[in-house]
């Protein structure tokens, strides 16, 4: 599987960008050094549906991309034998 990532400066302008739409909620704890937690809202909670057939989407797609890069890996190794 693919891992992504993002820069950390990017992924607080998202989550701040979800915190004003009222999907998460920030909860920052008085430690050193500062702690901060996000959770769903009860409206981000209504996204999990439409999550889960993202996901399911995701994972057929993922296995469609591997099939795919396996056939060709195969075509390629056929082709170098001759």
Known sequence: MQEFCCTRRMLTLQLRELEAAGVV???VSAEVP???EY???EFGCRLEPALLVLREWGNEYTDRLAQQTQSHEE???GISQR
């Open 25 to 27: 909620n920030r909860k």
């Open 34 to 36: 500062p702690k901060v």
């Open 39 to 41: 959770s769903l809202t």
């Open 75 to 77: 075509v390629d190794m």
